[in-house]
């Protein structure tokens, strides 16, 4: 009785499940934890659902396109049929089958690179979008964070509105075309840099600093994209929640009683600004290894944006299902781990 | 006896929707930004209706010279089919205009049906709707509509709008959500309640006409994103490739390789639209945040 009143927020109205037992912070891990359970297993689930609830049969079509690639097994033809929910037992059967499947990380052979696995192409597409997506999403943030709370400290200065102003302008562009632009004039019109490819069409992968050095080469056209088009979101967002917070009255308080600036805009109204960025950032970095689908398009890099993009446009269903689970499943690990972080960073949202 | 009860309705009486309205859009015009985004607004707007009195021709009519240069006959160039690309650009303006206005129509009104139901009910079945809409949120967007775009292939328009429908809803309803639990126990509503309201009109008539300027920057900014969503499905070839629109102007660009030929037209006027007519949506949202909130108010310091 006592602990349930203590896990209990001033703003009782909320309706919060009530685990019933436990100290405040582990019960409100578990139940986290719970509820990410929960979740992963329903995303999971309609994974396996979304073939099945559309028009046609996407097996049909793949064993059609698997077939003129050469003669079809019958284990591939039965895994496929299996997997793409072709009736060879009943729905709990194929239900089972399939959560087999994903617990083994066996997701089958490809159809458009047959007889290529389905694990086998994510693993080699996975580090360039990785180290790319992800090297951009932190220096992203770091930037556009410290420009966010540089202009709500100076608002209504040219600090404030340049940053505010771009950073709006570059997020409401369709960052494909951004990246179309880029390829234009740096790619075909000066010829600054390569136009396609993670790599020189020469080198093969290794550790090599001339390899690495080439990679970066080709990465840096997508890297300036992705880092133009989110840079805004991070301004605006740590700008919006800042002038917020400096309306607080604790941030009266530290002003009146004489604190430097730098220490009332740093200490305390950014430190408390910043966890609403923060979340968002957590959750940016799960979308990491979803990478950028339509950048990595532009520029024909080899990362998971373009193997899905690849998967849908050549009906590829196990590869399309497999990436998708798994870009599903680490943006909900980030959010999961994110919920922790905050629950440990502002006590308040334990509730 | 009878001057009694004609003076209590004169308090009573809520605003009409008109009046709501009226008040919103005086506030969302006082704002420069706002002001700058609704004429941009207005003038596509313009440009779509009378498109088929501007446009100098058909927009699949082809056999002109393919892939030439701006002329005084084809002010744009012509694109690798023939086909000009100032018309293009003028029919393609209905695409884009009829998607943001209807899906972000479609998902502010799944929003706000959720939302405040979300956040007026309590118990087992607000715990089912939470889970459902933190599902939603969490995944991811785009993969989402580019899967469900791929097994609804060549569905055209009709079938973007339901992609970039279920994919966006999530975030309005959970907005609306908070804002409808920090009034539900305000005085108004509790007097609705003592005097036997039902649930429907307390959340639908009482509450709903409080939230105008969350809804309103709701649509705002659930149209950009379906008209950026619907470039970007359009433009990787997952929308019906044989309409005009933008971003199928892009795809077609991409595919006749505009970018080694050069033509520059073809490959930034389409963006250039879908940039101005997201930028006029994101603009006019500044209007309204001011409403809900002062502080961000133009010319307000902190």
Redesign the interface.
């Given at each position: 009785m006592t602990s349930s009143t203590l896990t209990r927020t001033p703003?009782a109205?909320?309706?919060v499940?009530e685990t019933g037992g436990g100290r405040r912070a582990a019960g409100f891990a578990l139940r986290k934890l719970g509820?990410f359970v929960?979740?992963l297993w329903?995303?999971i689930t309609?994974n396996f659902l979304?073939?099945r609830l559309?028009?046609?049969s996407?097996a049909d079509a793949a064993l059609a396109k698997l077939a003129q690639n050469g003669p079809v097994s019958n284990a591939t033809k039965a895994a496929i049929e299996a997997q793409l929910g072709v009736p060879t037992g009943n729905i709990v059967e194929q239900y089972f089958a399939y959560i087999g499947q994903v617990l083994t990380l066996d997701f089958g052979v490809s159809y458009t690179f047959y007889p290529q696995t389905v694990s086998e192409l994510v693993s080699t597409a996975l580090p360039y979008t990785l180290v790319l997506v992800g090297v951009v999403t932190v220096v992203a943030f770091v930037i556009g964070t410290l420009l966010g709370v540089l202009a709500a400290w100076k608002?209504?200065t040219w600090l404030d509105s340049l940053p505010t102003l771009a950073g709006?302008?570059a997020?409401?562009?369709?960052y494909?075309?951004t990246a179309?632009?880029l390829?234009?004039f740096a790619?075909?019109?000066w010829r600054l840099f390569p136009?396609s490819g993670a790599y020189g069409p020469t080198a093969t992968p290794n550790l090599s600093f001339e390899f690495l050095g080439d990679a970066l080469y080709h990465a840096f056209l997508p890297a300036l994209t992705i880092l133009i088009t989110s840079l805004g979101g991070w301004i605006l967002g740590m700008r919006?929640t800042m002038?917020?917070t400096?309306?607080d009255d604790y941030v009266t308080f530290a002003e009146a009683n004489g604190l430097k600036p730098r220490t009332v805009a740093l200490r305390y109204a950014a430190r408390n600004a910043i966890l609403p960025n923060l979340t968002s950032f957590g959750?940016a970095l799960g979308?990491v290894v979803?990478g950028s689908?339509?950048v990595e398009?532009?520029f024909g890099y080899p990362g998971v944006g373009y193997l899905?993009?690849n998967a849908?446009?050549n009906?590829d269903y196990p590869l399309?299902q497999a990436?998708?689970l798994m870009?599903?499943v680490s943006?909900?690990v980030a959010?999961f781990l994110v919920d922790i972080l905050y629950g440990v960073l502002d006590p308040r949202t334990r509730r | 006896m009878t001057t009694q009860t004609t003076a209590l309705p004169a308090i009573e009486k809520a605003p009409s929707p008109w009046q709501v309205f009226a008040r919103v859009a005086a506030t969302i015009w006082s704002n420069g930004k706002a002001r700058i985004g609704i004429s941009i607004l207005g003038l596509f707007i313009l440009l779509a209706l009378f498109a088929p009195l501007i446009a100098p021709y058909g927009a699949s009519e082809n056999g002109f010279e393919r892939s030439a240069d701006s002329s005084w006959e084809h002010w744009l160039g012509t694109t690798a089919a023939g086909e000009d690309v100032l018309s293009q650009l003028l029919w393609g303006s209905q695409i884009s205009i009829f998607v943001g206005l209807v899906a972000g129509l479609l998902s502010t009104v799944i929003a706000v049906l959720i939302g405040l139901s979300w956040g007026y009910v309590r118990g087992f079945w607000a715990d089912v709707i939470n889970f459902v809409v933190n599902l939603f949120l969490v995944i991811p967007g785009l993969p989402l509509m580019i899967v469900i775009a791929a097994y609804l292939s060549g569905g055209g328009i009709g079938m973007i709008i339901i992609v970039v429908v279920i994919t966006g809803w999530a975030w309005g309803a959970r907005v609306l959500r908070s804002q409808t639990q920090s009034l539900r126990s305000r005085d108004f509503v509790t007097a609705a309640v003592f005097s036997g309201e039902r649930p429907f009109r307390i959340v639908f008539r009482e509450i709903l006409p409080n939230m105008t300027s969350l809804i309103v920057g709701n649509f705002f900014g659930a149209a950009t994103a379906a008209i950026l969503a619907e470039a970007g499905l359009e433009y990787l070839g997952l929308g019906d490739s044989s309409i005009v629109s933008w971003g199928t102007m892009l795809f077609w660009a991409q595919n006749s390789n505009a970018l080694l030929t050069g033509q520059w037209a073809l490959l930034f006027a389409p963006g250039l639209c879908i940039a101005l007519l997201a930028t006029s949506l994101t603009l006019i949202n500044f209007g309204v945040d001011g409403i809900s909130n002062p502080r961000l108010r133009e010319g307000a310091k902190k």
């Open positions: 703003d109205t909320a309706p499940p509820l929960l979740t329903a995303a309609l979304l073939p559309m028009p046609g996407p608002r209504g709006s302008f997020s409401a562009f369709p494909f075309w179309l632009l390829l234009f790619g075909y019109v136009t919006n002038i917020s400096l309306g959750l979308g979803g689908i339509l398009r532009v899905l993009f849908v446009t009906q399309m990436l998708f870009i599903t943006v909900l959010n | -």
